[in-house]
């Protein structure tokens, strides 16, 4: 078994089954049929991303019998800035975020994709400009406003800098011996958005930590988008890698 992934493979086993119907080694009607679905599977590929499988079997004199199934998965969109609040300076192809305000204020900003299925990963590096204000990220349902301001009672999902909870049943305090973000001002974070499981969690690549949340898709509902918290001027979001 092999696979095909891009369309000009599979013009070459188009070109292959063409030289078997000029040296008479083909079934006319088999021609006819993967001629068809050669034409379809090119069309997939030029709309999706499939994986395409397929088998030869040796055993047939003529042409080979070759069985065919594709998983056809939307393509994937890398994670960028998109919609924003207040003063916030968005740059770097729209990878990194900055609190450019006057003075120090709300600033939100999220990313342009929307998850509603599947398991996805976002890695960012938050950097704070000094220990004293809070910052945090979260997922929010993108039927809410940027600002957060809503009449729907939506709510969002996520951790603070200072290690506490922001969900919708209100801020939770963790521990306060607990440390992970708290007391830095630089943190890299790997966050992973469980669709299917309706679920969150993230990894500090520092400290190594994993914490996780469930989410009530009643209170945050899908599709989810990623939402970063600046309030001090010089604060800054960059996005990093998404799988």
């Known amino acids: 078994m092999f696979y095909l992934i891009v369309s000009n493979e599979l013009h070459d086993l188009a070109e292959r089954l063409e030289k078997a119907r000029i040296d008479d080694d083909y079934v006319e009607t088999d021609l006819r049929t993967w001629t068809t679905i050669l034409e379809k599977l090119k069309d997939d590929i030029n709309t999706f991303s499939p994986s395409i499988f397929i088998q030869e079997n040796s055993k047939e004199i003529l042409v080979p019998k070759m069985y065919i199934s594709t998983t056809l998965q939307q393509p994937r969109q890398k994670e960028q800035f998109g919609e924003s609040y207040g003063p916030v300076y968005i740059e770097n192809n729209d990878f990194m975020a900055t609190h450019i305000g006057r003075k120090n204020g709300t600033v939100f900003v999220r990313g342009i994709s929307e998850y509603s299925s599947g398991i996805h990963k976002i890695q960012f590096l938050f950097t704070k400009n000094s220990l004293k204000y809070t910052t945090w990220f979260d997922i929010v349902s993108a039927l809410m406003p940027i600002s957060g301001a809503s009449k729907l009672s939506y709510e969002g999902y996520g951790w603070s800098s200072d290690d506490d909870i922001y969900c919708p049943d ?69 996005l990093l890698h998404q799988c």
């Open 170 to 238: 209100g801020e939770i305090t963790v521990d306060e011996n607990y440390r992970d973000m708290k007391g830095q001002t630089s943190f890299e974070i790997e966050l992973q958005l469980d669709c299917d499981n309706r679920k969150i969690s993230y990894i500090n690549q520092r400290t190594k930590n994993q914490r996780e949340l469930n989410i009530d898709i009643t209170k945050c509902p899908f599709p989810w988008q990623v939402r970063f918290y600046l309030f001090e001027i010089g604060d800054c979001i960059r």
